[in-house]
């Protein structure tokens, strides 16, 4: 029997845990983004439109989404602005009673343990369990969290060591899509149609 055999389940299992999700919890470095840095240009990294959509589509059935950062997300921060842009769309402006979505929450300087002890806060605050909550990972640095989490989520070009802690694997890599399968997995489990809900 394999060391990790305990965490290979069904994708009928997966789609039973998918329907309890609450919360999604989502790396920036190299989920968001596709985990490459240009030196000369620090902030020069690549998200995929379809991530950005698949967070949208994720908010629009009431998912609540927070965006782990390593680092400080300072004011002229592309993530931050990111985080912004996102929380002034038309349904965030919205009362609840209407349909509005929740704030994307970004929780800056948050690395290993200190993710977990953060993400934890958050989920206090919006009455949410561990159970209830899924985090979607590519290496190391977030394992304590993943470990803690209801459905763990690897993308493609995860490290193995991940992937194999993990309940299931996104088709597309980090950077590139990951985002929005994991948002077609949990509408799938849902029996929603994507193209039933606001995309802004």
Known sequence: MSEFEQFKITLTT?????????AVVINVGGVLL?????DAMPELRFRSHFDGQGISLLRAIGIKIALVFSEKAEGGSMIKNLVNRWNSLPSTQKQATEGGWQMVTLIDEAYGQTAVEKTWSWLNEINVS?????????????????????????????????????????????????IRDLANLILKARDIDPATLPTR
Not at 14 to 22: F, N
Not at 159 to 173: A, F, G, M
């Open 130 to 178: 561990w159970e209830e909550c899924a985090v979607l990972a590519n290496d190391l640095p977030e394992l304590p969290l993943l470990e803690k989490a209801g459905l763990r989520v690897a993308h493609a070009a995860a490290e193995q060591v991940i992937k194999d802690r993990c309940y299931w694997v996104t088709p597309r890599p980090g950077g590139n899509g990951a």
């Open 34 to 38: 596709d985990n490459r840095q240009c």
């Open 14 to 22: 997966v789609q039973m845990l998918a329907r309890q999700i609450k």
